[in-house]
């Protein structure tokens, strides 16, 4: 095994001979759980890229199973590095577009993890759930954890759907959800960098596109609606998860001063952001706080360990953020667009 393994690390991007049983290990961060499933390194100096890129259909079937897969303790210590493993599983990766949260793009479709404030908690949610399309894949990357909090916690959805009350999941369904973006007013994102466009034809042609109505205030203030999913079924194996960012965009979400200071300035259909019944209904906040609640009685916590890079099926498994203190970086990529169709 010895002579076999110095040979692959010796002639480079060559096929892998060995099984990945000889050269990985796995646990469970929750053994009772058994999420997330971690894999680590049981031989030195492997390159992780060129072993995912040998053991794609192991990486594949493991997240299916597990829904979110942990890789600790490999030799990733930079951007690219973290973006050379993930090209090996996804080569086609995506650009962050129609943004919920301000991003920087470090490289190549690698984007700096969620900019809020660091005393901000950001609820666990699946990314882009507001909209019509989402990546199937998400990764994390730790460049540097923060020195307190600042975990990741991520959710098993499977866990998740069986948990929320049958009425709510049903009202959902039938309804649906309503999103209302308000831009311009200087208290979100401009719709420039939600969309990455400063052309105003553009704008108006991704929201035919994506079903959204687009109505224009004045030159530079826009309102958009969009009725989107409450449930998604995962393409694979056809489960049914929860699948919304009702309980994030909605004005409960909102520290209670912040959300009487915007009352005090807008109607509730003129805030930044906010989140109805498909109908337009209002959305009562007890429902949506029971959401968030089954998503923390779910969630798994970690601390972050510089080189940690967590992979998620973005349908089986939500993640949110916690507040930290320090500095702390986490790095994201994103890959495998599902566009839903039934809008």
Known sequence: MEADFNQFRSRGRQPLRLSQETMVKTSYL????????????????????????????????ELTRHGAILFRNFDVNSASRFEQFVRAISPDLLDYNER????????????????????QYIPLHHEMAHSHNWPMKIWFFCVEPADRGGATPIANDRKVFPRIDPRIKGRFMRKKVMYIRNYGEGVDMPWQEVFQTNDKAALEAYCRKAHMECEWKDDDHVRMRAVRQAVATHPKTGEMVWFNHAHMFHLSNLDPEVRESLLAIFKEEELPRNAFYGDGTPIESSVLDEIRSVYDEASVRFPWQRGDVLMLDNFLASHGRDPFVGPRKILVAMAEAYTNIDI
């Open 30 to 61: 929750d053994p009772e759980e058994q999420f997330p499933l971690v894999v680590e390194p049981d031989v030195e100096n492997i390159n992780l890229a060129l072993w995912a890129e040998g053991n794609r259909a192991f990486i594949e079937t």
């Open 100 to 119: 919920a949260a301000p991003r920087r793009e470090v490289s190549s479709q690698i984007y700096t993890s969620t900019e809020f404030p660091a005393d």
